[in-house]
């Protein structure tokens, strides 16, 4: 390994936003199902593999929903360029929230293929967690979480936006309306 795989900012036991403080490794399906994934996780580092900006790159080309969100997030991680180096982290809200970019150059203790973009994105997440850094691996796709959790990296769904169908409302109601609306 040729970098430090945590930050570079100085972090206390004093200081109370650190002593909770984890770090949250965000895979591409994320940022593509909520470009405003990154704002989401208060006072906590954002840990964003280069490996998710090149295939968000891939994305930013479709007419969809994916290219939308995708040029969303390059241009939203674009601006935080004007508050420092990107690989250094930087400073997301007033809380203590950091985004950090990870050069992804760590090497797979295991047989996974570093050719495969999930394997590098899991390999920084298992960097932090073998460096005792509080880490929590964020994906949509069950696999990858799977393939985490089998490498011992705690992984969650990003469910920001789940709707629990206990609160929705399950009953029916009569509306008139004038002739001219009705088919």
């Known amino acids: 390994m040729t970098r430090s795989t945590t930050s570079q900012r100085p972090e206390t036991e004093s200081d109370p936003r650190t002593a909770t403080r984890k770090h949250f490794v965000l895979d591409t399906n994320v940022l593509l199902h909520n470009p405003g994934a990154i704002n989401m996780f208060d006072e906590h580092e954002i840990v964003i593999p280069l490996t998710v900006i090149e295939e ?7 007419s969809d929903d994916t290219g939308r969100n995708s040029r969303e997030v390059i241009r939203a991680i674009d601006r935080l360029r004007s508050e420092g180096h990107l690989f250094d982290g930087v400073s997301l809200n007033d809380h203590g929230g950091t985004l950090r970019v990870d050069r992804c150059d760590q090497d797979m203790p295991f047989s996974l293929d570093l050719g495969v973009a999930d394997h590098k994105i899991l ?32 992984a969650e769904d990003f469910e920001a936006q789940k709707v629990d169908a206990d609160w929705l409302y399950t009953g029916w109601a009569t509306a008139d309306v004038p002739d001219a609306l009705t088919l």
């Open 123 to 154: 390999a920084v997440a298992m960097a932090l967690v073998r460096s005792g850094v509080p880490t929590v691996f964020v994906s949509k796709d069950i696999n990858a979480r799977v393939k985490a959790d089998a490498l011992g990296i705690p």
């Open 56 to 62: 968000l790159d891939n994305f930013k080309k479709n």
